[in-house]
């Protein structure tokens, strides 16, 4: 009985060997240089490929030249609707495919709320995102005042009237808000 064990004993650790000593392919493949000089592994984090997206890039636009604006939409009674297009001055582009909402303003002098930390339905915020060119249509609004908050990598940014001041959009029983150029400061 000694002998078979030892003989397994010897077998376990010839063949842990072998399995050890085994050629195997790295872990960390080797990067190769792209031709901006920055290192590759399987194209995964080449620069020409990265941020922005190529389908979302476009030229700049001065907010005079657009004219198509969306429509506003027809609410049911006592409820009303907004509709306009999200635009940065920053960068002088629409902002498409873009996360927002609408934030009820806060006591009697409809102060922007302390903390902006993403749509909470329970507070009476109302959610959407931004289409393929910047439009954002909403309908069926309860009547109050809300800020406008757009998201912006990293952060949620608050709509800017023309003084640069939070956009306080006033929704109205059977109102139809066309608010057409929506800036935000997003960069």
Request: proline share 12%; glycine share 6%; net charge negative.
């Amino acid at each position: 009985m000694a002998v078979k064990l030892k003989k397994l004993v010897i077998l376990l650790i010839i063949g842990s060997l072998l399995i050890s000593c085994s050629p195997r392919e790295p872990v960390n493949p080797t990067p190769v240089l792209s031709e901006f000089g920055y290192p590759i592994i399987n194209g995964e984090n080449d620069p020409s490929i990265g941020y922005p997206v190529q389908e979302m890039t476009q030229s700049k636009i001065n907010p005079q030249e657009i004219k198509n604006f969306p429509q506003v939409l027809d609410p049911e009674p006592g409820l009303g609707s907004m509709s306009g297009i999200l635009y940065s001055p920053v960068l002088s582009q629409i902002i498409p495919n873009n996360a927002f909402y609408l934030m009820p303003a806060i006591g009697e002098n409809n102060s922007v709320p302390p903390i902006i930390a993403g749509p909470d339905p329970e507070q009476g915020d109302i959610h959407g995102f931004s289409d393929e060119k910047g439009w954002i249509i909403l309908n069926n609004i309860k009547p109050d005042l809300y800020y406008l908050v757009v998201w912006s990598p990293y952060d949620w940014l608050l709509a800017e009237n023309e003084d640069q001041k939070p956009l306080l959009i006033e929704i109205l029983e059977d109102s139809e808000n066309q608010l057409n150029i929506i800036s935000v400061p997003w960069q």
